[in-house]
């Protein structure tokens, strides 16, 4: 078929494939039902591999249940978990495709156990995987393991500036294997993203100048222009990125598509969080640092998103001795006498008491949280059930590795980012749980595409894509 403005294929793992990528969205958000179909439709497939769905003899999702006493060998479950459901989907992916497309597999740099499952879902998997897409983090061992396993690799950064450092410290000597690179713009996209101290979460910039950075670095290292840059976050009509196609100053651009397939016949999420894709309005995605990763994210401003924005907002910073404007004795929330904030906080705090937020949980930052005994409970029991899923847990202070705690406190404000995604992923409550989306979710309702509830298919996506729409 005929693509946008003579959009044309790219040779990718050698075969023709549409510069068009699937996002890879984990838990269990992106499998092998949506990315198979998006290969068999001509682009690049990307399953998730972070806690994927496996399945029992007669084809039902396995729960990922934990039963081990401690935190390090409820990880190990993970990981076997882990690498079970990332295979299982490969290979299902795989079927589907039929030999056309591609299928890459996506991975969370700071997933606890990341690089020994990623080194044994490649190993079960050979010629099956064409690509590895890699994030949240810096993965410097991404190279050498595409290396060893004679995989692509396609790093995931927010600017030139980590490229760099990635290229400099390690992907110089892997440079045969470097897919693409995809920019993931730290403002528009769904999910985790890299969004760093030097901006501002708050004044989005325009992508242009940054990803032509991101080219300029590329060139100075010697990378051929033929390299594709992914553009991924924001993306909905190609027809709005006319500029960036056939651009001498960007090179070879690809597109990234994250939000969009989660709204097709095969998108394996529940219906009721399809349903509430098509309701949002401008403004209903959040961008946020609750995340236990410690890194920004956007979700659906949903009430499970509220109630952890209201829970931050009735902190209030104490110290244990009394000093400077600390001069008033806190006297609700907290056993013992040793808590000194100032007048104004004290009065807050005997109001929130007032309102049923009983409990003071202390937070890494000598600040303290005012929480309801139900709060309180489900906090304290989603830290002792900490399974491992990160390797640096701001929630339960978990580390995947030495001792196996980061030595911090466990921060309240934050929430078990395993368990939610486990649970919306597999028909929670919408409301009650962490609902990943990019900030151009809000299209569904005006897109006429989508009107009158209908639903597309992936190939019937594809093509709508292709056509510029």
């Known amino acids: 078929m005929s693509a946008f403005k003579g959009l044309k294929p790219i040779l990718y793992g050698g075969r023709e494939v549409w510069p068009l990528v699937e996002g890879g969205k984990g838990?269990?958000?992106?499998?092998?039902?949506?990315?198979?179909?998006?290969?068999?439709?001509?682009?690049?497939?990307?399953?998730?591999?972070?806690?994927?769905?496996?399945?029992?003899?007669?084809?039902?999702?396995?729960?990922q249940v934990y039963n081990a006493l401690t935190r390090k060998e409820r990880h190990e479950e993970l990981m076997r978990y882990a690498i079970d459901g990332a295979v299982e989907q490969v290979k299902r992916a795989h079927d589907i495709?039929?030999?056309?497309?591609?299928?890459?597999?996506?991975?969370?740099?700071?997933?606890?156990?990341a690089q020994p499952i990623l080194e044994a879902v490649l190993e079960q998997t050979p010629g099956l995987v064409t690509g590895v897409t890699c994030g949240a983090g810096m993965p410097y061992k991404l190279s050498e393991i595409a290396a060893r396993f004679n995989v692509n690799y396609l790093p995931i950064v927010s600017s030139g500036r980590a490229f760099r450092a990635l290229w400099k410290r390690a992907y110089h000597k892997v440079p045969q294997l470097l897919g693409a690179v995809v920019y993931e713009d730290p403002w528009l996209a769904g999910g985790h993203n890299g969004l760093s101290n030097a901006e501002d979460p708050r004044k989005p910039e325009d992508p242009f100048p940054r990803v032509k950075a991101l080219r300029d670095v590329m060139r100075a290292e010697g990378i051929a222009d033929s390299v594709p840059i992914v553009m991924a976050g924001g993306v909905w009509f190609l027809r709005e990125w006319n500029d960036w196609i056939d651009n001498p100053e960007l090179g070879a651009i690809a597109f990234q598509f994250g939000t969009r397939?989660?709204?097709?016949?095969?998108?394996?999420?529940?219906?009721?969080?399809?349903?509430?894709?098509?309701?949002l309005e401008p403004g209903d995605v959040l961008l946020h640092r609750f995340s236990p990763t410690g890194f920004y994210s956007s979700a659906v401003r949903n009430p499970f998103l509220r109630s952890l924005e209201a829970r931050s907002e009735r902190q209030i910073p104490y110290s244990r001795v009394e000093a400077g404007e600390h001069t008033a004795?806190?006297?609700?929330?907290?056993?013992?006498?040793?808590?000194?904030?100032?007048?104004?906080?004290?009065?807050?705090?005997?109001?929130?008491?007032?309102?049923?937020?009983?409990?003071?949980?202390?937070t890494p930052d000598d600040t303290m949280v005012f929480v309801t005994p139900e709060e309180r409970d489900e906090i304290?029991?989603?830290?002792?059930?900490?399974?491992?899923?990160?390797?640096?847990?701001?929630?339960?202070?978990?580390?995947?590795?030495?001792?196996?705690?980061?030595?911090?406190?466990?921060?309240?404000?934050?929430?078990?980012i395993q368990k939610t995604l486990q649970d919306i992923a597999h028909g929670g409550d919408i409301d009650k749980n962490l609902m990943f989306a990019g900030h151009a979710a809000y299209r569904f309702k005006q897109d006429p595409f989508y009107s009158n509830n209908f639903t597309p298919t992936v190939k019937q996506l594809v093509d709508r894509i292709l056509t510029g729409d």
Request: hydrophobic content about 35%.
């Open 329 to 362: 004795q806190l006297d609700v929330g907290v056993r013992g006498k040793n808590f000194w904030v100032t007048p104004n906080d004290l009065a807050r705090a005997r109001e929130w008491h007032g309102a049923g937020f009983v409990h003071a949980l202390r």
């Open 27 to 63: 838990v269990a958000a992106t499998n092998h039902m949506s990315s198979g179909a998006w290969a068999a439709a001509g682009g690049i497939g990307t399953v998730s591999a972070v806690n994927a769905d496996s399945y029992d003899a007669e084809g039902k999702i396995i729960p």
């Open 261 to 279: 397939p989660l709204l097709t016949e095969e998108s394996p999420i529940p219906q009721g969080w399809k349903d509430h894709l098509r309701t």
């Open 97 to 113: 495709s039929g030999g056309k497309g591609a299928i890459n597999i996506n991975v969370l740099w700071e997933m606890g156990g």
């Open 380 to 416: 304290q029991q989603d830290q002792k059930d900490c399974m491992g899923c990160l390797s640096h847990c701001g929630f339960s202070s978990w580390k995947d590795h030495d001792d196996y705690t980061t030595g911090r406190l466990a921060d309240p404000r934050s929430f078990c």
